[in-house]
């Protein structure tokens, strides 16, 4: 079952480009809601998370964009650079069980100079 | 390196075989994750410990695998009987608080496992 639903699979932008990847979920006692980023041999690493409370948040290129309502989240990377190239993986969590993260299955974006 | 350590790397074994890996968190973080990533999706939750006390193992995790944290510090994670379908590679993650808005889960570089 999963519970979170990542898209598209694959993504590719040229340079400069904007990247978008969408996140749905079903679970609605979800509250934590971070991306990571990986490289290949590599394990994730955190890039920005954000909480159910707030509808946006921006870290430099990046922004995660909130909808409660339609329990979607998804990330913008501004300016897409080819070091930006990489699989991305929105994940979730629920409030009392925030150390079992559910991931997506992964996007793997990749920058074209 | 101050990050979450993986040995090893790298293991290729034979199927019926056991295996185990070990995961050296960062120091004086008391809570420790196994996920298990297959090839093409996300790393799916294994198991965690807060110290040394294994407090959820995910139905994943058959009677075939076990995790150990002896003095809260490293841990393993040790499959018997290994099949091929336990090829896939294993991450550790290390965190000093529950995870938060406020706290983030630091991943190894994981082991990746291949049965044959």
């Known amino acids: 079952q999963q519970q979170v639903k990542q898209s598209p699979q694959s993504l590719i932008v040229q340079k400069g480009g904007i990247s978008i990847i969408n996140c749905a979920y079903e679970?609605?006692?979800?509250?934590?809601f971070p991306w990571y980023q990986q490289f290949p041999g590599k394990g994730p690493a955190l890039l920005i998370a954000?909480?159910?409370?707030?509808s946006e948040k921006k870290e430099g290129r990046f922004t995660i964009s909130f909808n409660k309502s339609a329990k979607q989240f998804s990330l913008h990377i501004m300016d897409s650079q080819p070091g930006d190239s990489a699989t991305y993986f929105c994940?979730?969590?629920?409030?009392?069980?925030?150390?079992?993260?559910?991931f997506g299955k992964g996007t793997l974006l990749t920058v074209n100079p | 390196d101050t990050g979450v350590s993986q040995d090893p790397r790298h293991k290729i074994t034979k199927r019926g075989q056991n295996v185990t890996f070990r995961c050296d968190p960062i120091?004086?973080?008391?809570?420790l994750y196994w996920y298990r990533q297959t090839l093409g999706q996300g790393p799916e939750f294994l198991t965690y410990?807060?110290?040394?006390?294994?407090?959820?193992k995910s139905r994943l995790l058959s009677d075939r695998f076990s995790a150990e944290r002896p003095k809260g510090s490293f841990s393993t994670l040790e499959i018997q009987r290994t099949e091929q379908g336990d090829s896939a590679m294993y991450l550790c993650?290390?965190?000093?608080?529950?995870?938060?808005?406020?706290?983030?889960?630091?991943f190894g570089q994981g082991t990746r496992l291949t049965v044959v």
């Open positions: 410990f807060q110290n040394e006390a294994q407090l959820e």
């Open positions: 120091s004086e973080h008391n809570r």
């Open positions: 954000i909480r159910p409370d707030v």
């Open positions: 679970n609605t006692a979800f509250d934590y």
């Open positions: 993650a290390s965190s000093l608080l529950e995870l938060s808005f406020n706290t983030e889960a630091f």
């Open positions: 994940a979730a969590s629920i409030r009392g069980s925030n150390y079992k993260l559910t």
